[in-house]
């Protein structure tokens, strides 16, 4: 059974930075493309960034590419996701979601695409 654990959430201020991180266990990470998505308070769940499985092909929010960077270890079974220059809009809690790719450079943006989720992570920015 695949199960997804993220962590690295938390209160910060304005213009402060954070890393979230996401693991696999129950199946190999390498196999996996992986994504985040964050919900925000009043708002539907929201693509964030996704990477492939290999790691050399990455996709972003176009509002989000600034000022996040998505990246995984495979070697480490870590998923990240820095966010530099954080503002009171980023808050909400940030998932983490793993499909079993069968291509290592594609990665997908569609939420569909993804059986697996974590809990999430709250992270909240304050002013």
């Known amino acids: 059974q695949v199960r997804i654990t993220e962590s690295g959430g938390g209160l910060v201020q304005t213009g402060d930075s954070l890393t979230l991180s996401c693991g696999i266990s129950g199946a190999a990470f390498g196999n996996f493309a992986m994504a985040w998505f964050r919900q925000i308070p009043g708002k539907d769940r929201e693509f964030v960034a996704a990477?492939?499985?290999?790691?050399?092909?990455?996709r972003y929010d176009d509002s989000l590419k600034d000022r996040f960077t998505i990246s995984r270890d495979n070697t480490k079974n870590t998923l990240s996701l820095q966010m530099n220059s954080l503002k009171p809009e980023d808050t909400g809690v940030y998932h983490c979601?793993?499909?079993?790719?069968?291509?290592?450079?594609?990665?997908?943006?569609?939420?569909?695409?993804?059986?697996?989720w974590g809990q999430g992570t709250q992270v909240t920015v304050s002013s």
């Open positions: 979601a793993a499909y079993r790719s069968p291509s290592t450079q594609a990665t997908w943006q569609g939420a569909g695409y993804y059986p697996h």
């Open positions: 990477i492939s499985r290999s790691g050399g092909r990455t």
